[in-house]
T-cell receptor, first 114, second 114 residues
Framework: DQQVKQNSPSLSVQEGRISILNCDYTNSMFDYFLWYKKYPAEGPTFLISISSIKDKNEDGRFTVFLNKSAKHLSLHIVPSQPGDSAVYFCAANNLYQAGTALIFGKGTTLSVSS | NAGVTQTPKFQVLKTGQSMTLQCAQDMNHNSMYWYRQDPGMGLRLIYYSASEGTTDKGEVPNGYNVSRLNKREFSLRLESAAPSQTSVYFC?????????????FGPGTRLLVL
């Protein structure tokens, strides 16, 4: 059973517009959420995170929103740039649970066209 | 700081052969992880080590063994490779900061088992 779901395998956006990537989770014990970005032939790189005590975290063009009641988070990229084209993984964990490894979604491929 | 390094970058094995994937980190992190990434599957945890001298199974440990050689190094061994182990393998390390834990990934090892 998938605990972290990214239901959109791909997303296409024009340069300058907003990209919204979505992620749903089922485990109510998750208390920390992260977004990773991955280019081909490279390892995932940490992008932004949010603790369950917050509902929004912003870092430059990237904002993550968390809706705990809906068990949903989203990553907004504004404005989108061609260099943002990559696979984005949503991940979650519970820091107070034994074995605090991240649980990843399957990823969303973002394509930003100029 | 090199971050997380992995060797080799690419390897071809025949079914039944053995090999060890090497991982090292220079960030003084306590925890280290091995993931595999398969198309459409996201990243799945194979084994992790919460601290030097300890290792634990993740989601998909069958067919693998690990060694946490010291704080810096965490190796993954395939004793008898199978075609199902064809994948991209990522090593990661993490630290906890004010109750939040972020993982940092290496560039990956692409393994092809014929």
């Amino acid at each position: 059973d998938q605990q972290v779901k990214q239901n959109s395998p791909s997303l296409s956006v024009q340069e300058g517009r907003i990209s919204i990537l979505n992620c749903d989770y089922t485990n109510s014990m998750f208390d920390y959420f992260l977004w990773y970005k991955k280019y081909p032939a490279e390892g995932p790189t940490f992008l932004i995170s949010i603790s369950s005590i917050k509902d929004k975290n912003e870092d430059g063009r990237f904002t993550v929103f968390l809706n705990k009641s809906a068990k949903h988070l989203s990553l907004h990229i504004v404005p989108s740039q061609p260099g943002d084209s990559a696979v984005y993984f949503c991940a979650a964990n519970n820091l107070y649970q034994a074995g605090t490894a991240l649980i990843f979604g399957k990823g969303t491929t973002l394509s930003v066209s100029s | 700081n090199a971050g997380v390094t992995q060797t080799p970058k690419f390897q071809v094995l025949k079914t039944g052969q053995s090999m060890t994937l090497q991982c090292a980190q220079d960030m003084n992190h306590n925890s280290m992880y091995w993931y595999r990434q398969d198309p459409g599957m996201g990243l799945r945890l194979i084994y992790y080590s919460a601290s030097e001298g300890t290792t634990d199974k993740g989601e998909v440990p069958n067919g693998y063994n690990v060694s946490r050689l010291n704080k810096r190094e965490f190796s993954l061994r395939l004793e008898s490779a199978a075609p199902s182990q064809t994948s991209v393998y990522f090593c990661a390390s993490s630290h906890e900061d004010r109750g939040q834990e972020t993982q940092y990934f290496g560039p990956g090892t692409r393994l092809l088992v014929l």
